[in-house]
């Protein structure tokens, strides 16, 4: 009644309630009616308030909205991923670590090679906040050299030598990393350094790695990543994926792409093994899958769309994890039909690789908030948007990165303030339209901006319009 007075859409007398459940159902048009009444309230009492302060969810859905689907604390080791790897590699020293090219490394083994490698890098300079780029093509020597900087107390700064001459340029003289592991570097004689655990130089606070993305102002972008947000989404991978000592991953990323950390840290976290790929070529992991009977795999809906056109029998009790792009509804069921498992998982660069992930048994979602994650979907006004309505998606939790190096303005613009955290917390403004489902799931929906993926790379169109732009011959370029 209350609301028929402010509102009647009834073309034929009856109650606007009473209409309103006919195209819908009775519990749908009474939230509707409940909303109403709650909005004109709110004008009603302040007629000055501005049109981004008013709710449009109630009370309890609000709760719901930021409290409920965001309770996913869960105790994390304030530890480094260097220690967790040293402390597994004591429990399981003579297990097989990391297999490339037909050799395989035990964990003492791997260790060892590492620490030799870290003490080298603390001779030269390594250490907290310090940056050391790697830029090593895919081999046992760049899993050495990761842990080692790790070991070292250092953030890595990854480089892949395949990417252009001129980026990776760019990535080091703007990292202005302290040391360049380079394939001469690797080929030392560290045989005089100790092969024992350095002690311990980093703390969780302290930056694990900085990872260059595509930049919208036309040049690429650091993220800096702390080894306790690093340490937080492994140690949850690790449970969601229930890794195990007897699993086998196959390793098929590029260090270049932040989901590598998953493949190349994640089994040595817990006793399993690396099956370091060479190149994502689908018969050469054909090969591997089968020679090393893989259990877990990850990787991008391109490769996994190449993957099945191949042979998709080869992934047969295999557990697959898609990530990096939109995962296609047909796919996901091809996948479902061989996999033992497929998890769909989706995050930006800039809160740690993976924020929400989906066991998917149906229609493919990004699902829900990995361990102490939160997410929210909001309107232009940061206020939550009811569910089953579009907004952006805004993530907050132990996975924020520190923000872009050497860009606090850019880090201002993205990093905002959390309005629904403790004071000073802040959340990532994502730039994705994303939606709850009625099974109190996130659904993907696009983009707000002109960002695009490529096989899981993040392409800006600014930064090639800023290359075209840069050719003498050319004076505008717009690329879409």
């Given amino acids: 009644a209350k609301f028929d007075l402010f509102f009647n859409l009834s073309p034929d007398g009856r109650g606007t309630l009473e209409y309103a459940a006919d195209l819908f159902d009775r519990a749908s048009a009474e939230r509707l009616a409940e909303r109403f009444t709650d ?25 719901h909205l930021v409290e409920d689907v965001n309770d996913t604390a869960a105790t994390r ?10 402390r597994q590699a004591a429990l399981t020293p003579e297990a097989p670590a990391l297999t490339f090219g037909g050799r395989t490394l035990t964990y003492r083994e791997l260790n060892g090679r590492a620490n030799r490698l870290a003490h080298w890098l603390i001779e030269r300079g390594a250490g907290p906040e310090r940056r050391i780029a790697v830029r090593l093509p895919r081999s046992a020597e760049l899993v050495v050299a990761l842990l080692a900087v790790a070991k070292s107390g250092g953030a890595y700064v990854p480089l892949d030598p395949a990417y252009p001459p001129a980026r990776v340029e760019f990535v080091l003289d703007d990292a202005a990393p302290v040391l360049d592991l380079g394939p001469e570097e690797l080929a030392r004689d560290l045989t005089g350094y100790p092969d024992t655990d350095p002690v311990r130089r980093s703390s969780p606070d302290n930056a694990a790695y900085v990872i260059y993305t595509s930049g919208s102002t036309g040049t690429p972008k650091g993220v800096v990543v702390s ?5 937080n989404f492994l140690t949850d991978m690790q449970q969601r994926c229930r890794l195990t000592g007897r699993d086998r991953l196959l390793a098929v990323t590029t ?31 054909a090969d591997l899958l089968t020679e ?24 047969t009790g295999i557990r697959l994890l898609a990530g990096g792009e939109a995962l296609p509804a ?70 924020l990165a520190r923000g872009y190096h050497n860009r606090p303005g850019l ?44 096989r899981g790379h993040r392409i800006e169109p600014g930064e090639i319009e800023t290359i075209l732009t840069a050719h003498p011959l050319v004076e505008q370029a717009v690329v879409v």
Wanted: hydrophobic letters at 45%.
């Fill in 255 to 285: 260090v270049a792409f932040d989901i590598a950390a998953l493949e190349l840290f994640g089994p040595l976290i817990c006793g399993g093994q690396v099956i370091l790929a060479e190149r994502p070529d689908p018969h050469m992991l």
């Fill in 330 to 399: 047909p796919l996901a069921e091809q996948l479902r039909e061989h996999g033992a498992e497929l998890i769909n998982l989706y995050g930006p660069t800039e809160t740690t690789i993976w924020s929400t992930a989906a066991t998917v048994t149906g229609t493919p979602t990004i699902g829900r908030p990995i361990a102490n994650t939160q997410v929210y979907v909001l309107d232009a006004y940061l206020q939550p948007v009811p569910a089953r309505t579009p907004g952006e998606l805004y993530i907050a939790g132990d996975g």
């Fill in 39 to 63: 909005v004109v309230r709110q004008v009603v009492a302040d007629p000055a308030a501005s049109v981004g302060s008013v709710r449009v969810v109630t009370a309890d859905e609000r709760r």
């Fill in 411 to 454: 880090t201002a613009e993205r990093f905002v303030a959390d309005p629904f955290g403790p004071p000073g917390a802040r959340m990532y403004r994502t730039g994705d339209l994303a939606r709850w489902n009625p099974a109190g799931e996130l659904e993907y929906l696009g983009r707000l901006d002109n960002q695009v993926k490529i």
């Fill in 292 to 315: 090393h009977a893989v259990t877990v795999m990850q990787a991008t809906p391109s490769l996994w769309q190449m993957m099945t056109a191949h042979d998709p029998t080869l992934l």
């Fill in 227 to 231: 080894q306790h947000a690093l340490v």
């Fill in 77 to 86: 080791p304030r530890t480094t991923l260097a220690e967790l790897v040293e």
